[in-house]
């Protein structure tokens, strides 16, 4: 019996063809094959992962092209399929987010940079979020995209022992130490999804890769990422468990343990007169969050200029001359290609409708993946991986912007598992109606 449910598994592995690696393709193009091809040759930025998405380069349109072409050909017999998951919530939200991006082409100071950043968008967004749907196996795709990262820790890990330190950190095979930071941060939960998720000598790889990603962790000196890594896991546990325990939506004991640490951080800093700078000074040895006061204090001048509609989708940061941010912002804002806030950014770009989007699709990702824990079809290993992955994400979104951004890593694993929790529900909901 065992024996036919995992030649089953495999055939429907096999069936899925490219689509069932399009998420592995592309997070590979991300963490490995652009940092060793272009990012070794291009100056350091303020914000390396999504320097590349905002520059209009030839491999970056010719990849992103062929992989839909490519996934378009790839599901020509699942029309039935295709036109199922275009109903879907999670689908339906992102796609109402890529209207008002190609609408705000209208009143953007920069349509042609717009356009073409709205169609990056548009197409990384089709390439990842539609296979999710249309695949017979989506823990196969999960299990590529986890040795795309136990590739990429490798290599880091031979570019650690081999390459000199940067000034400020290791950087591995990027440009930045922050950028090495947050992309072995998610590997490392990745690699502890492996020792959950498999046997024997795999289990022992696993395990070897995750102590590599926390030696990775330390020399790059990537505090933030080494925090994530190391809570963020344990909180998506105690999550996960209780929601087992409980038998209730994950959502519940997450909202009131975030709850419960609002109220508890506010008691002992009203007890023992801690600040806001006073965190920060213990964070980043200022007062301002390395700079970030300074920045969203301008960019909330700038969204009060325009907040229900906003500047235009990518019609802010990097858009040349004339531009609000070099002919208004102070100092070293004027350099930047972000606002270090995924939410505030978003709100600058697009207004409080793009927010509101935004808004409606975390809730949808967040209440599709809480309901994961409670699946007996998604198991706790997986269960566990999305809630880490969400956890992150919003958090990392707090001190930098990864949301609608380009192909950033982050985004990009936020995306799919949104789509993958959602696919889920669709599954068990066609299994039911004999779909």
């Given at each position: 019996?065992?024996?036919?449910?995992?030649?089953?598994?495999?055939?429907?592995?096999?069936?899925?063809?490219?689509?069932?690696?399009?998420?592995?393709?592309?997070?590979?193009?991300?963490t490995i094959l652009m940092p060793l091809f272009v990012f070794r040759t291009a100056p350091a930025?303020?914000?390396?992962?999504?320097?590349?998405?905002?520059?209009?380069?030839?491999?970056?349109?010719?990849?992103?092209?062929?992989?839909?072409?490519?996934?378009?050909?790839?599901?020509?017999?699942?029309?039935?399929?295709?036109?199922?998951?275009?109903?879907?919530?999670?689908?339906?939200?992102?796609?109402?987010?890529?209207?008002?991006?190609?609408?705000?082409?209208?009143?953007?100071?920069?349509?042609?940079?717009?356009?073409?950043?709205?169609?990056?968008?548009?197409?990384?967004?089709?390439?990842?979020?539609?296979?999710?749907?249309?695949?017979?196996?989506?823990?196969?795709?999960?299990?590529?995209?986890?040795?795309?990262?136990?590739?990429?820790?490798?290599?880091?890990?031979?570019?650690?022992?081999?390459l000199p330190a940067g000034r400020l950190g290791h950087q591995g095979i990027y440009t930045h130490?922050?950028?090495?930071?947050?992309?072995?941060?998610?590997?490392?939960?990745?690699?502890?999804?492996?020792?959950?998720?498999?046997?024997?000598?795999?289990?022992?790889?696993?395990?070897?890769?995750?102590?590599?990603?926390?030696?990775?962790?330390?020399?790059?000196?990537?505090?933030?990422?080494?925090?994530?890594?190391?809570?963020?896991?344990?909180?998506?546990?105690?999550?996960?468990?209780?929601?087992?325990?409980?038998?209730?939506?994950?959502?519940?004991?997450?909202?009131?343990?975030?709850?419960?640490?609002?109220?508890?951080?506010?008691?002992?800093?009203?007890?023992?007169?801690?600040?806001?700078?006073?965190?920060?000074?213990?964070?980043?040895?200022?007062?301002?969050?390395?700079?970030?006061?300074?920045?969203?204090?301008?960019?909330?001048?700038?969204?009060?200029?325009?907040?229900?509609?906003?500047?235009?989708?990518?019609?802010?940061?990097?858009?040349?001359?004339?531009?609000?941010?070099?002919?208004?912002?102070?100092?070293?804002?004027?350099?930047?290609?972000?606002?270090?806030?995924?939410?505030?950014?978003?709100?600058?770009?697009?207004?409080?409708?793009?927010?509101?989007?935004?808004?409606?699709?975390?809730?949808?990702?967040?209440?599709?993946?809480?309901?994961?824990?409670?699946?007996?079809?998604?198991?706790?290993?997986?269960?566990?991986?999305?809630?880490?992955?969400?956890?992150?994400?919003?958090?990392?979104?707090?001190?930098?912007?990864?949301?609608?951004?380009?192909?950033?890593?982050?985004?990009?694993?936020?995306?799919?598992?949104?789509?993958?929790?959602?696919?889920?529900?669709?599954?068990?909901?066609?299994?039911?109606?004999?779909?």
């Amino acid at each position: 019996m065992v024996e036919n449910g995992i030649a089953v598994t495999r055939e429907r592995s096999r069936s899925d063809g490219l689509l069932g690696w399009v998420p592995a393709i592309a997070v590979g193009y991300a963490t490995i094959l652009m940092p060793l091809f272009v990012f070794r040759t291009a100056p350091a930025v303020d914000d390396p992962a999504t320097a590349a998405a905002s520059s209009s380069n030839l491999l970056n349109q010719v990849f992103w092209l062929l992989l839909l072409g490519s996934i378009a050909v790839a599901f020509r017999h699942r029309l039935a399929r295709l036109e199922e998951a275009l109903k879907q919530p999670l689908v339906v939200i992102v796609g109402l987010y890529m209207v008002l991006a190609f609408a705000s082409i209208l009143w953007s100071p920069v349509p042609s940079i717009a356009f073409r950043r709205a169609t990056l968008q548009f197409i990384v967004v089709a390439a990842l979020v539609l296979p999710a749907f249309l695949v017979e196996d989506r823990r196969a795709q999960i299990d590529r995209l986890m040795a795309v990262f136990f590739v990429t820790i490798a290599l880091n890990l031979v570019a650690v022992l081999l390459l000199p330190a940067g000034r400020l950190g290791h950087q591995g095979i990027y440009t930045h130490k922050n950028e090495l930071g947050l992309i072995v941060a998610y590997g490392f939960i990745f690699c502890l999804y492996g020792m959950m998720r498999l046997g024997g000598l795999g289990r022992f790889v696993a395990a070897g890769l995750a102590a590599a990603a926390v030696l990775e962790l330390v020399v790059s000196k990537s505090k933030t990422s080494l925090g994530l890594a190391l809570l963020i896991p344990l909180l998506a546990l105690a999550v996960v468990a209780a929601s087992r325990f409980l038998r209730i939506n994950a959502l519940f004991p997450l909202f009131f343990g975030l709850l419960a640490c609002l109220f508890v951080g506010l008691f002992v800093t009203n007890l023992v007169d801690f600040s806001f700078a006073d965190l920060s000074m213990l964070l980043f040895d200022d007062t301002t969050f390395t700079g970030r006061t300074i920045i969203w204090d301008f960019l909330g001048d700038v969204i009060s200029r325009r907040p229900v509609l906003g500047q235009g989708y990518g019609s802010f940061w990097d858009i040349g001359p004339g531009s609000i941010v070099l002919t208004e912002a102070p100092g070293f804002v004027a350099v930047l290609l972000q606002g270090h806030n995924g939410y505030v950014d978003v709100t600058v770009e697009l207004g409080l409708a793009g927010l509101l989007v935004l808004v409606a699709f975390l809730a949808c990702v967040l209440y599709n993946v809480c309901r994961a824990p409670n699946d007996r079809r998604s198991g706790i290993a997986e269960a566990w991986l999305f809630m880490s992955i969400v956890i992150v994400t919003l958090c990392h979104n707090l001190l930098e912007s990864s949301w609608f951004r380009g192909y950033s890593v982050v985004w990009m694993l936020f995306l799919l598992v949104g789509a993958w929790a959602q696919a889920g529900r669709r599954g068990e909901g066609n299994r039911r109606s004999g779909f």
